[in-house]
């Protein structure tokens, strides 16, 4: 606990928060979609909110505390993209059989440690061009988002900018309370879509199907690693933590074991909300940068309790502000990104050709752009160098 006291940090606290807002005012919209799409009652998708943000506080704060690195897991958000077109005609329980066998084939890679190996291989001008590939769209939404609201992103951009000059430490902090007043005095902040209810998770015995889980598991359990835990593990690497996967992925697998009954489908590491803490806005020193991993794990849970309240909450936020707030959030890291690539001289047109690849947001035979980035990236490295 004196540990915790020394290390604690505001900027790091904000970042926690910053993730979860990303987390909510974006992904969990795929979450709700695929609920309505496959005709779940309103207290099976209360429950999946549930399980998700329980699942992912619980990981977070243990993996954080436990290797004092800002590991920030959430659910699988590639995977409930994959649920919208898959879960409508499958039975929940069914479903729920497929997402334990899913969670079987995470935890059983994670303990072999399959995934550091294939790592390990991966020139560093690839993983970074990734990277950065990842969240070049984030930082190309803030000024595509300038021209919806010029009066919000303009104040936004340039607050941040003004801060970074004066204060750089507490940029994005100013950004958010700057944002939010501005969004609340021009009328922009949704507060009708607030509603208060607490969770009840419900729990689901599980159905087994060898079609659904051929149709669902293994599809769910690869587009989770190609989409999360590799570009997850890409971004901890680049941003200066070497640790390996295998430890996490046990402990994640593990989580979407125990939460799948209740709903979850997948519980991972992040890649995307990752960045916002474990970069420098987070804070100077890397050492203390979990703390952002704690206090994001922490309001997981308690908007997990809070069933979707919280949810709402974030829903009453302008989309203009979530991603303005969340390209400046990511603007170090990307710039980190970047800087990988060329940094590696050697193998530079190998991470340029990953970075163009994942940016363009490419989708075939099913797997999204970070994968192809990587594939790509690694492709072009074996031939011009090997």
């Known amino acids: 606990m004196k540990q915790l006291q020394k290390d604690f940090s505001v900027t ?60 920030i897991t959430a659910w699988s ?31 059983v890679i994670g303990l072999t440690g399959s995934l550091d190996v294939i790592m390990r291989r991966i020139p560093v001008a690839v993983n970074s061009g990734m990277f950065a590939g990842i969240l070049f769209s984030f930082g190309a939404k803030i000024f595509t988002s300038v021209q919806m609201s010029p009066l919000l992103g303009l104040t936004m951009l340039l607050c941040f900018i003004l801060f970074r000059r004066l204060c750089p430490r507490y940029a994005i902090a100013a950004v958010l309370v700057c944002g939010t007043g501005i969004a609340a005095l021009t009328g922009m902040m949704h507060f009708d879509a607030v509603h ?3 969770a009840k998770p419900v729990f689901t015995a599980p159905e087994w199907s060898a079609a659904t889980i051929v149709s669902i598991g293994l599809p769910l359990a690869l587009v989770t690693l190609t989409g999360q835990y590799i570009s997850g593990m890409a971004v901890l690497h680049a941003s200066g933590y070497p640790v390996v996967s295998n430890g996490i992925m046990a402990v994640t697998g593990i989580t979407s074991l125990l939460f799948a009954p209740f709903g979850s489908h997948a519980i991972n590491l992040s ?7 474990t970069g420098k806005e987070s804070h100077e020193d890397p050492s203390r940068r979990y703390i952002a991993g704690l206090a994001c794990g922490g309001l997981y849970i308690l908007v997990g309790l809070s069933g979707t309240t919280l949810t709402s909450l974030f829903a009453a936020l302008p989309a203009v502000f979530i991603a303005v707030l969340a390209g400046l959030a990511l603007m170090s890291a990307f710039t980190a990104g970047l800087y990988g690539v060329f940094k590696d001289s050697d193998n530079m047109e190998a991470g340029v050709i990953a970075f163009l690849a994942t940016a363009s947001g490419m989708e075939l035979l099913g797997l999204g752009a970070p994968f192809w980035g990587l594939a790509f990236g690694s492709l072009a490295y074996f031939i011009l160098k090997k």
């Open 12 to 71: 790091a606290a904000v970042a926690g928060m910053l993730a979860v807002i990303v987390s909510y005012a974006g992904s969990a919209v795929l979450i709700f979609q695929a609920a309505r799409l496959a005709g779940l009652s309103d207290e099976l998708t209360t429950s999946w909110i549930w399980a998700v943000s329980i699942g992912s506080g619980l990981s977070g704060i243990f993996l954080s505390w436990r290797m004092r690195v800002p590991i």
């Open 77 to 107: 958000t590639p995977g409930a993209a994959l649920l919208i077109a898959m879960l409508p005609g499958v039975p929940f329980a069914q479903a729920v059989g497929a997402y334990l066998a899913s969670a079987v084939i995470i935890t």
């Open 196 to 198: 208060f209810a607490l």
């Open 271 to 277: 890649s995307l909300t990752a960045a916002i803490c």
